[in-house]
């Protein structure tokens, strides 16, 4: 079995941050979204994976080369418009050849891994294999209409009407069967050729559709309130490791990673957190569910419930919560008046 990732798209309800970054490499407990993907399809056996990425996107293969480091075979291909997923999929299609594939939507996160999952669809090896959960409101999503046994009798895409409230997460598993399906789907009402009405073809033409339903965590990181929601789901299963410093003035209460080079002093942490390598915490407070990236810096401050990206800086601040800060940004007090440098599609609340 192959893998197929897609990471493109413009992230455009994660803005600012994804004018400098795909939103794939946001990180979230202290690793990249596709960072977590990736070792999820690793787990379940699958080590030769090609990633689609936007064709100006030059990121993502910088941060992960051809995956020696993550014991996987990476490729990467360009595809200049976002035309939709069946289009991924038949832009891959020399890179897959007949081989059975997953197709993994690189903004999901599945804590609990898709292992199961592709070890149902070995064994019976289904024309396809959707990947469903049950939600209060389907018509944000895919929709998935099975039968008594499981089969899969109609999709749906966003419906406004829901016949089902079993959505597609954002895995799916093929046989090289889906790609005829694929030659023949068009673009739909979006401009987009879509997934779902290449496996509707299949169900159709009366190919074997199922559907696994997930029992886990699931949720996409499309927006800010996605990413800290996920943050805050992973570090719950840290365990304390101390690989930089602590001094005997600090206290870290819970679960709390403090990894190499970093150094806490005259602190408090209160797990779950992590603290990236090289970071110093010096006279300042740490809440739970805070990830800090590499070489960041905080004295005097106070930061809970939070994403710090790599080189932030947050002097003499304290009740920072709920925040997502980008890379090497400075926060420092003011004269006693608000004084903001905002770029595009920020969004900022301060305490009345």
């Known amino acids: 079995m192959k893998a197929l990732v897609l990471s493109g798209g413009t992230g455009t309800r994660l803005r600012p941050f994804t004018y400098s970054m795909p939103k794939q490499l946001i990180p979230i407990a202290g690793k990249p979204v596709l960072r977590h993907v990736l070792e999820n399809i690793r787990e379940c056996g699958v080590t030769d994976i090609g990633i689609v990425v936007d064709a100006r ?34 832009l891959a299609r020399e890179f897959l050849g007949a081989e059975d594939f997953v197709l993994y939507l690189g ?41 008594a046994d499981g089969a899969v009798v109609r999709l749906t895409e966003k419906p406004d009407r829901p016949r089902s409230d079993l959505a597609l997460v954002g895995v799916y598993f093929f046989t090289a069967e889906v790609h005829r399906a694929v030659a023949a789907t068009g673009p739909g009402p979006r401009g987009e050729r879509e997934i779902t009405d290449a496996v509707q073809r299949l169900v159709t033409e009366g190919a074997e559709v199922r559907a696994a339903e997930y029992g886990g965590y699931w949720r996409d990181t499309g927006r800010v309130e996605d990413v800290l929601a996920c943050n805050r789901r992973l570090l719950e ?23 190499a080079g970093a150094r806490v002093i005259r602190s408090r942490i209160e797990g779950p957190a992590l603290v990236g390598a090289g970071s110093v915490v010096e006279d300042s407070r740490i809440g739970p569910y805070t990830s800090l990236g590499r070489d960041c810096v905080l004295r005097r401050a106070g930061l809970a419930d939070s994403i710090a990206l790599d080189g932030v800086t947050v002097d003499r601040v304290g009740g920072v919560h709920g925040s997502l800060i980008g890379r090497a940004a400075r926060i420092g007090p003011g004269d006693g008046r608000h004084r903001l440098l905002v770029g595009d599609d920020t969004r900022v609340e301060v305490a009345a």
């Open 57 to 90: 996107d030059r990121h993502i293969a910088a941060a992960f080369g051809d995956g020696a480091d993550l014991g996987v075979r990476l490729g990467y291909l360009r595809q200049e418009q976002p035309l939709g997923l069946a289009h991924c999929v038949a």
């Open 107 to 147: 903004d999901t996160v599945l804590p609990e891994g898709i292992g199961t999952l592709a070890a149902e669809f070995a064994a019976r090896r289904p024309a396809a294999q959707l990947v469903v959960q049950k939600v209060p409101d389907p018509r944000r999503f895919g929709v998935a209409e099975l039968d």
């Open 237 to 259: 299963g840290v365990r304390t490791a101390v690989a930089g410093t602590v001094d005997a003035a600090s206290r870290l209460t819970g679960p709390v990673v403090v990894e």
